[in-house]
């Protein structure tokens, strides 16, 4: 298991645009952005248009926080603080299952995997999980491997 | 062709050492390298009347470098950029000359970028000890996931899925600019290193090792642009634009990882304009330059400027292909990986030296064009350097191009 996140060493700042979002995380729901206009939806909240329509009237979507590993790295050297006594330890990119759109689009996101590296493999199911830091205005989220799929990809070098 | 196509040139090159550290501030360094590309012109000071820079809010200004120097500007502007601005702002200066704004234009970039402000946050010591996360940061730097070499490998990782390539296709970059840095006295890498010496090198962030990534070091870099008529009056032989394309977009933004493939980048969507501009084909490319602050990004900059299919920058690059003598040459300085890092613009350099016939290199008569070929003796220059295709990239999201010729081609 990676070694656990200082999060002392952390100063998350939320403004306009993702403070909804973090309040949000603190109750445990994962959110995106949706376009009232067109329903296309997106990732990260510091993006106030919709890329698809370019209209700003726009909403949240609460996902189930699951869905497919599309990519990841391993993380060796820390450069930030919080995370000196947590390497080595996966970041992933995460395609959500149920933001699939009509005309292809998807939505990912990103986040620090609790698994370690050598259960980590890009096409394995995960899910969200949410971790309590030092601030109670923050619990961050994370992912975690919960099934097995066929045909996934592992880095082995 | 494109309208301007060969009626401006880069009529002088200048930089400092690559430092580390300087104990410099970035005007004394911007300052060295602004009066070293003057004098590469043969121009004086007040033979130059339009200055522009990027930064990143960790540099001095084009008014503070021209009032150090006593230059009286008829333009002046200086952008928020990164990787890829040096080629776009050439592209600007041509268009300001043209509209007459100023006649001949200075382009620079000054940064610590080893002992000051480090890319992706880190401190020059380590570690950043508290991190605040705002902005686009929330989203990033939470994760513990914020350096280029971070971000980067997302990208790579999956290439590397989708294409079955392997490291040893980086290592082959590594080992091609290396070798060049062993021609070129100013690199700060020299040793030659091999395949393997890439792949026992400790890792950074899986799939980058430590000699898949650049050397962050104290520099500025400049470049002289004017048009072709004042050129053929200056010291050197001109060095003729002939087109690019400048921060083509991506459709949808590097912090954005929806877009439908993370390793289709952007110059994917700039190479058709930059070749039907210059009025070329990769056929006529003698050698190229590649943003080089990750091994991969040159292989993905190939692959993006169509000098290979999708998927096959791994079988290309194979083989010592980027390497000097062999069929495209590659970052002949030593580019980020073995010489230095400079955001950029020293390929450029490198580039314009390289079609003078003129660099910098071990041979005594390189100045006035003499050289060996001897690479055992340290010769670095081309035979044939009639073309060069520049290819610049500030994330996947943004890339340049800058398409060169010398007086031959």
Sequence with gaps: ????????????????????????????????????????????????????????????????????????????????????????????????????????????????????ESEVA??????????????????????????????VWRFTE | MGALTDK???????????????????????????????????????????????QAGDSTTSPHVATALGMRLNYAVDILGGGSSGEALVANAIGLIEAGYCETMVIFRSMNGRSGRRMGGQTPGGPVPVANAEGDAQFNIGWGWTTPAQRFGMSAMRYLHDTGCTTKAFAEIAVAHRYHATLNPKAIHRSPITIEDHQK????????????????????????????????????????????????????PQWNYSRESLHYVAG?????????????????????????????????????????????????????????????????????????YTHGVQMVIENVRQLRHRADDACPGWAEGKHSYDRQAGCRQLRKADICYGMGWGWENMASCLVLRGMAA
């Design chain 2, 268 to 340: 994917n969507y700039g190479w058709k304009r930059s070749f039907g501009m210059a009025g070329i084909s990769h056929k006529d490319v003698d050698f190229v330059s590649c943003y080089d602050a990750f091994t991969f990004t040159t292989l993905i900059q190939l692959e993006a400027n169509g000098f290979c299919g999708r998927g096959e920058a791994g079988e290309f690059v194979k083989g010592g292909r980027l390497q000097i003598d062999h069929e495209l040459p590659s970052n002949l300085s030593g580019g980020h990986l073995s010489e230095g």
């Design chain 1, 1 to 116: 298991m990676p070694g656990p996140i200082d999060y002392s060493k952390l100063r998350i700042l939320p403004d306009f645009d993702t403070v909804e979002w973090w309040a949000a995380t603190r109750q445990r729901k994962y959110l995106v952005r949706q376009c009232k206009a067109c329903g296309h939806k997106w990732f990260p909240p510091t993006f106030p248009a919709c890329a698809k329509c370019a209209s700003m009237e726009v909403a949240w979507f609460e996902t189930a926080g699951k869905g497919t590993i599309y990519s990841y790295v391993v993380v060796v050297q820390p450069i930030v603080g919080a995370f000196i006594g947590t390497v080595p330890y996966v970041v992933a990119i995460i395609e959500l299952d149920d933001c699939k759109e009509a005309d292809g689009r998807v939505t990912r996101v990103a986040g620090v995997m609790i698994d370690e």
């Design chain 2, 8 to 54: 401006y040139c880069i009529v002088g090159v200048g930089e400092t050492p690559h430092m580390r550290p300087s104990n410099r501030t970035t005007l004394s360094m911007a300052c060295e390298a602004v009066s070293k590309a003057l004098a590469d012109a043969g121009l004086k000071p007040g033979d130059v009347d339009g200055m522009t820079s990027y």
């Design chain 2, 201 to 252: 090198s400790r890792w950074i962030v899986k799939p980058f090792r430590l000699l898949d990534c650049c050397q962050e070091t104290d520099v500025s870099v400049a470049i002289i642009v004017t048009s072709r008529e004042r050129a053929y009056d200056l010291r050197h032989p001109p060095v003729f634009i002939m087109g690019g394309y400048a921060r083509t977009l991506t459709d949808s």
């Design chain 1, 122 to 151: 890009i096409g394995l199911p995960c899910e969200v999980v949410y971790e309590e830091t030092n601030d109670p205005k923050i619990v961050m989220p994370r992912w975690k491997i919960n099934g097995t799929a066929s045909g």
